[in-house]
């Protein structure tokens, strides 16, 4: 769809009102926009195609779609869903009402420490998840924190994101780029660098940033801001506590090799501090927790209809070619989309209802080592109950309806240990599940394992 002549209501492929402008970039612009089928605001991100091929970023473009859909995640802002026309491509993301986390700290100077480690723990959070499924932000920023309607932080712009499939056969990534004040030494250096301890760097620097209202390093020259990089020459103000000052230091250490990790991060002592402050109100009334759930159980909610998008990113070759019409899918795609946690999701087809499946699924969580922490007809979320190596375990199983009587249930790790995810699948999701999974598309029986049979 082109824009709609004036006068006329601008309605994206029968789905989005599109609004307002809300900002402009190099390759198109972003609506405000109202998603017809639910009502619910969303933003429209709009690219124009030949700009981005000009450019020479068409598998940018592409990278950039295919790690939000491998992110799904609440400090992240969310893709709901990717169009295409012959000359433009359609992002419907997440409408993220609060602006972004600079423009607060700009109007504020510094913030508190007890509202940084709010948001600071957010961020965290996000980053530790995207790591887990082997995604590295390379431009962490204030400029890319946005701020919902509660205060929640959400990391937005993926556009110079990296999977770990990128790295070479050193295990490093060696494409430099990023803010220069937030990125780590060892990136600028040129001798290949981690995703992840890079990602940690910029943390550090956004910590630092929202604790004294200025950048750690500054210089007009770079190779002068790249020598006090290499130094750690930076100095904390009085104001900031003690722990903060430790846990900055350990974030800021231009050693890649000794640079804190975020299991680290976590027992810090500054990081565990509790911080019993309400959520930030930015203008928007926001329903109270109870209130929303509530309301949900009253909804009668129907399991999402499968899109095109979804099939192509619950796909093997999670190839996203024909956003450009450059023609069929490659057999010869790398695949890094599909396989997140190195094969460890799981994914089958089932003719179960979705509350037939929900009740199995909370049945897991009745012998009290799990809990459930979110329940519908989209999907479920089952917690850990006790703290595992890389905190409590998380699993959400997400639902979708490809025909009237069939559903595709996508099951990922959404937080904790990779390795306690496995195990949890194989001893208990598996043989949980094995009896409601449709076998007869694969060819397979009723007692194969889930991720076997009727696989997408």
Not at 209 to 215: C, K
Request: proline share 6%.
């Amino acid at each position: 769809m082109e824009d709609a002549p004036e006068g006329k209501k601008n309605v994206l492929q029968g789905r989005y009102e599109l609004g307002r402008v809300l900002g402009h970039g190099n390759f198109g612009r972003v609506h405000a926009a109202r998603d017809l089928r639910t009502g619910r605001g969303v933003a429209v991100k709009v690219v124009a195609k030949d700009k981005v091929e000009r450019a020479g970023m068409v598998e940018q473009i592409k990278r950039e779609i295919a790690v939000m859909k491998m992110v799904s995640h609440p400090n992240v802002v969310e893709l709901h869903e990717v169009m295409a026309s012959r000359s433009k491509i359609y992002l419907a993301l997440e409408l993220v009402r609060g602006g972004e986390l600079f423009a607060r700290i700009t109007r504020a100077g510094r913030l508190r420490e007890d509202v940084a480690r709010r948001y600071f723990r957010q961020l965290v959070s996000a980053v530790d998840f995207c790591h887990g499924r082997g995604v590295y932000h390379r431009d962490l920023k204030p400029e890319n924190l946005l701020l919902d309607e509660a205060g929640n932080l959400k990391v937005a712009d993926f556009g110079l994101s990296a999977l770990a499939g990128h790295a070479r056969p050193d295990g490093l990534l060696h494409t430099a780029c990023g803010t220069p004040a937030y990125v780590a030494p060892e990136v600028l250096g040129g001798n290949g660098y981690d995703g992840a301890k890079a990602d940690i760097w910029s943390c550090g620097v956004i910590l630092y940033v929202l604790l004294v209202g200025a950048l750690p390093f500054r210089d007009e020259n770079l190779m002068c801001m790249y020598r006090k990089m290499q130094r750690a020459d930076f100095l904390c103000p009085s104001w900031v506590s003690r722990d903060a000052r430790k846990l900055i230091a350990r974030l800021l250490d231009p050693n890649p090799s000794s640079r804190i990790a975020v299991a680290g991060i976590i027992e810090s002592p500054w990081f565990k501090k509790p911080s019993p402050i309400p959520p930030v109100s930015l203008g928007v009334p926001v329903p109270s927790p109870d209130a929303r759930g509530k309301g949900e159980d009253k909804q009668e909610e129907a399991p999402e209809a499968m899109n095109a998008f979804h099939l192509i990113s619950l796909s093997a070759g999670f190839d996203l070619s024909p956003l450009f019409d450059q023609g069929p899918p490659s057999s010869s795609s790398s695949g890094h989309g599909a396989t997140r946690e190195g094969g460890a999701n799981m994914r089958f087809a089932t003719r179960e209802p979705a509350s037939g499946v929900i009740s199995r699924l909370e049945g897991l969580a009745s012998g009290g080592a799990m809990r459930v922490t979110k329940s519908g007809a989209r999907g479920v979320r089952l917690e850990g109950a006790e703290r595992g190596r890389k905190g409590r375990l998380g699993v959400a199983a997400e639902f979708f309806s490809v025909a009237p009587s069939v559903l595709v249930v996508d099951v990922k790790k959404d937080g904790g240990d990779t390795m306690e995810y496995c195990s949890f699948c194989s001893d208990e999701l598996r043989p949980a599940l094995k009896d409601i999974v449709w076998a007869a598309a694969a060819g397979a029986s009723a007692g194969d394992p889930p991720a076997a049979a009727a696989a997408i």
